[in-house]
Nanobody, 119 residues
Framework: QVQLVESGGGLVQPGGSLRLSCVAS????????WGWYRQAPGEQRELVAAFSRAGTTDYADSVKGRFTISRDSAKSTVYLSMNSLKPEDTALYYC?????????????WGQGTQVTVSS
């Protein structure tokens, strides 16, 4: 079992910045893909940024140039640096991970961290 714990959300003014963190804990796994999704009220969950299984770094068009995903494998942590935030970035941000065990694979989601962009 892998646990993903997000932190770093909050209330920020338009144009401001936040950095989200997601720590993966557990044992006996390797991460195949991980990153961030978000879901605004009344909307579907959408990909924000991720390190894919194919080895690419993917971003939603709406965040390119403003958000940066990074990771510290030694700390089992993935980050999302968000700059020039807009009110439309307001959402619950979820961390996810696709992991490989010795036998089998699984996907996990965190509980989410709220990001609110408002003046």
């Amino acid at each position: 079992q892998v646990q993903l714990v997000e932190s770093g959300g909050g209330l920020v003014q338009p144009g401001g910045s936040l950095r989200l963190s997601c720590v993966a804990s557990g044992s006996g796994f390797s991460i195949l893909a991980w990153g961030w999704y978000r879901q605004a009220p009344g909307e579907q969950r959408e990909l924000v940024a991720a390190f894919s299984r194919a080895g690419t770094t993917d971003y939603a068009d709406s965040v390119k140039g403003r958000f940066t995903i990074s990771r510290d494998s030694a700390k089992s942590t993935v980050y999302l640096s968000m700059n020039s935030l807009k009110p439309e970035d307001t959402a619950l941000y979820y961390c996810y991970a696709d992991v490989q065990y010795l036998i089998g694979a699984a996907s996990y989601w965190g509980q989410g961290t709220q990001v609110t962009v408002s003046s």
